[in-house]
């Protein structure tokens, strides 16, 4: 797994590529929780286009990064999850939890995008 992290304006995007699993959680788990708790970044969107899988320690991070931003009063998404990842979620009933977009773009347009389109 590889994680990368960039800026588009005043929004932290996380690329993440490679699967998330209890090997690899505790770096996607230091990262963000840096870019939230130190760094006070605004937004943070997680890229996860280049995800296949995410197995349950996977989605804890991610949940931990999503409490973490609610106390923070930060704002967290995904977009571009997989078929499988998404079925994750949806088994999980997480997805509702989340806010998740299908592309980068409608991710950094934020709440407003997801209203538009439905």
Do not use: C, W
């Not at 009063?73 to 999980?92: I, P, Q």
């Amino acid at each position: 797994m590889a994680i990368s992290v960039r800026q588009s304006s005043n929004i932290t995007i996380v690329d993440v590529v490679g699967d998330i699993t209890l090997h690899n959680t505790p770096e996607v788990r230091k990262i963000l929780l840096d870019l939230l708790r130190v760094k006070h970044a605004t937004r943070v969107v997680m890229n996860l286009t280049s995800v296949k899988y995410i197995d349950s320690a996977g989605v804890a991070s991610l949940v931990e990064g999503l409490k973490v931003s609610r106390e923070m009063k930060s704002g967290f998404a995904l977009f571009g999850l997989s078929k499988t990842a998404r079925e994750v979620l949806e088994l999980t009933r997480l997805i509702k939890v989340f806010e998740v977009y299908n592309t980068e773009a409608e991710a950094l347009q934020g709440p407003s995008a997801a209203a538009s389109t439905t």
